[in-house]
């Protein structure tokens, strides 16, 4: 026993399950157990179903048997001299007619209403039970008009009844002189409460397991009604007693045949799967730690050596394409940079055109109120382009925001008014409960407004049309509380856990109405978060709606606000100081509307659109502050830095950077090249006029183009 238990250690797993698979063929037993469990099941189940059609068959005669005998009784009485005479010998009626009937209370048990009528079908005697109404009468002397011996089913409120007539005939003409009409009720016909008579024309009862049909034979004047019996047969079940102790001991046979297989196996199987929980300790490790250096150990028998070699090559494989998706990772990183780059370019000029129209018309209401739809719109935009940028920002918790005294009704105003076209396009009725009181907070005023928006976005875009929607802005226990609430279609229980993850969403309706990738709740969520803030969702379930809640910590005490731009444009022009400016940048459009901003706000300005003219207008004349484009196309903004600087004339002017470029890595960048500050498009005018407001320079009295 020894040298075989040392021989299977060193054989191949192949001979090793081989010696496990000849202990464990005590396995068969427990398969000659089912298939006698399922023989012993067979028999009793056709022992019952041939019980049921026996009891089915029985009580279907017994039913035949009872209106056989009504119909045959019935008739000897209509065949009875008694009532011919009674048609003629109306004073007799009394003396023996009515006793006559009065005995025919009941035939074979079930209680019979019967009368004896007249040719015309009027009432000359019965048996003191009979109740028939109009539409059974009506029904009789259609049949004695016709001379038909027959029976008919009425429906009646309180249950089905059977009505029969037998006709008395004139023995020359064989014309009905009277009439013998009866009736039963077809509950009365029932042999026991498990069974239900059913006729022609009924509407038949929907087929169940143990619902068995079978049809009444019944003499011909009923032939007509189609009878049948329905026979629930499902309390046979237990008539039948199952060999309980045939499966006790099959069972217990069983048990202890797989306890000691069982026992044996676990105990020979430590041996057989040594090398494989190497394997499998190792494939732990690889899951815990990821995709490294290290490879499973060659060693062991040779289908585990072929295992492991296998493993190994397919580490090599995916470790080859991991660096090649870290790789397109870092392209998809550039693909947005410059993606972003140049979704801002044409939207630097919109921006700037809209701000110059609010400078020079700012006594002319509705233009002043289109150019700040337009900004609005515009700086919308920008943000929906950032946030391309801000998903793998997030992921990798990289997301920052600027820290600024923030009045919260104003972000709500301004996040409503970004989403009313999608409110009022779904016909949603919005209702605002803001606070009486300033709420301000530490943060970044455009962030915030992306919480809000986004927020009430969802609401609308998952609120079918005509939904109500309703915001309130309250204090509570320090902080504010957002809190954006709807009727729409809700979220489930399995979706509310991480419907704050990236890329969760609903269910989609077939024309997308609700649309996005499912990043909007993700971004609300870490944004709250960096604002020291928590979100939360709530909601009943699907169609039940849902209600989002923001709290975010408010600040000590209230600080004055004002508007940015007007400050601005004030410190920049009020003062009576300008500043010589050059712009270089190859959009045409963004040059010359940035240079006519600045225009408005008293500076003087000259506008190139290529690096090499930018390079000789600053050799040509003296600039306080020069504004560059990082992405020329003759020479790049950084290059171009470089190149002023050694330029005697231009090396003292403030440079700053205005590009669609507004990643981390291109900040540093331009610091590096010499630049003082750098913008992203389309630039805010405060920001611009307050940076270039820090430069030095000589005070110009008229200002003007080039």
């Known amino acids: 026993m020894m040298a075989l238990w040392s021989t299977s250690r060193t054989a191949s797993l192949t001979q090793r399950f081989a010696f496990a698979s000849a202990i464990l063929a005590g396995v068969a037993v427990l398969m000659v157990a089912a298939a006698s469990f399922w023989l012993v099941n067979r028999q009793h189940d056709a022992a019952v179903a041939l019980l049921q059609q026996r009891e089915a068959a029985f009580n279907a005669r017994s039913v035949g048997n009872t209106l056989r005998t009504l119909v045959t009784r019935m008739g000897e009485v209509a065949d009875s001299p008694i009532l011919a005479t009674g048609l003629v010998d109306s004073a007799g009626k009394e003396t023996y007619l009515a006793p006559f009937l009065g005995g025919l209370r009941q035939i074979a048990g079930i209680p019979i209403q019967v009368m004896f009528t007249d040719f015309e079908g009027k009432m000359v005697a019965g048996n003191g039970l009979e109740r028939f109404d109009q ?14 011996d027959q029976a008919a089913i009425f429906v009646q409120p309180q249950g089905a009844e059977l009505v ?9 003409t064989n014309t009905p002189e009277g009439a013998l009409v009866y009736k039963v009720r077809m509950q009365d016909l029932h042999p026991n409460p498990s069974s239900t008579l059913t006729w022609k024309g009924q509407a038949a009862a929907a087929p169940t397991e143990h619902i068995l049909e079978v049809p009444v034979t019944v ?23 199952e060999s309980s102790s045939q499966y006790g001991l099959i069972g217990s046979i069983a048990a202890l045949i797989a306890l000691g297989v069982f026992l044996l196996g676990s105990r020979l199987s430590l041996g057989l799967t040594q090398d494989l929980r190497k394997l499998e300790r190792f494939a732990g490790r690889f899951g815990e730690e990821g995709i490294t250096e290290h490879r499973a150990e060659l060693a062991g028998s040779s289908e585990t050596v072929t295992l492991a070699r296998s493993i190994n090559q397919m580490l090599d494989r995916l470790h080859e394409q991991q660096e090649h998706l870290q790789q397109e990772h870092r392209r998809k990183d550039e693909f947005l940079a410059m993606l972003a780059h140049e979704l801002r370019n044409p939207l630097a000029p919109i921006s700037s055109a809209a701000q110059l129209l609010r400078m020079l018309f700012a006594g002319e209401p509705r233009v002043r109120q289109a150019s700040e739809v337009i900004s609005r719109q515009v700086t919308h935009m920008t943000h929906l382009v950032d946030d391309l940028l801000d998903v793998s920002r997030v992921t990798r918790g990289l997301a920052t925001i600027d820290q600024t005294v923030v009045e919260l009704g104003d972000v709500l105003r301004e996040a409503v008014e970004q989403v009313t076209p999608v409110i009022n396009a779904r016909g949603h009725r919005l209702t605002l409960d803001g606070s009486p009181d300033p709420l301000l907070v530490c943060g970044d005023r455009t ?9 009430l976005s969802n609401a609308a875009k998952y609120t079918p049309e005509g939904g109500q929607l309703r915001v309130s802005l309250r204090r509570h226990e320090g902080s504010a509380v957002l809190e954006v609430q709807d009727n729409g279609i809700g979220i489930g229980p399995e979706l509310l856990p991480v419907v704050f993850d990236l890329f969760t969403q609903g269910q989609r309706t077939p024309d997308r109405a609700q649309g996005g990738l499912g990043l909007g709740l ?18 009943g379930g699907a169609d039940q709606g849902s209600t989002f809640i923001v709290r975010l910590p408010l600040l000590p005490a209230a600080q004055g606000t004002a508007s940015a731009t007007a400050t601005a444009i004030a410190a920049g022009s009020a003062t009576g100081q300008s500043r010589r400016i050059l712009v270089v940048d190859d959009n045409v459009d963004a040059a010359n509307t940035l240079a006519l901003l600045l225009q408005s706000a008293g500076h003087v300005v000259t506008a190139e659109h290529s690096a090499r003219a930018g390079l000789a207008a600053a050799g040509n004349e003296d600039f306080d502050v020069i504004l560059l484009d990082i992405g020329l196309p003759d020479m790049s903004g950084h290059e171009l830095a470089q190149a002023l600087r050694r330029q005697a ?30 913008l992203v498009k389309p630039v805010v005018a405060e920001e611009l006029l307050a940076t270039i407001a820090g430069a030095r320079g000589r005070p110009t009295a008229h200002p003007s183009s080039k």
């Open 447 to 455: 962030r915030l407004i992306q919480v809000a928006a986004n927020l």
């Open 649 to 678: 004339r231009s090396a003292g002017a403030l440079l700053v950077a205005v590009s669609g470029y507004g990643q981390e890595q291109d900040r540093r960048m331009s610091l590096q090249a010499g630049f003082a500050a750098h």
């Open 164 to 172: 029969g007539v037998s006709l008395l005939r004139y023995s020359r």
């Open 135 to 148: 539409e059974q009468l009506a029904w009789l002397r259609d049949r004695i008009d016709r001379g038909i």
């Open 522 to 539: 993700a971004l609300v969520k870490k944004l709250v978060e960096l604002h020291g803030g928590a979100v939360e969702a709530r909601s």
């Open 219 to 241: 003499p011909a004047q009923l032939a007509h009604l189609g009878l049948k019996l329905r026979v629930d047969a499902s309390g046979l079940d237990d008539i039948l007693e």
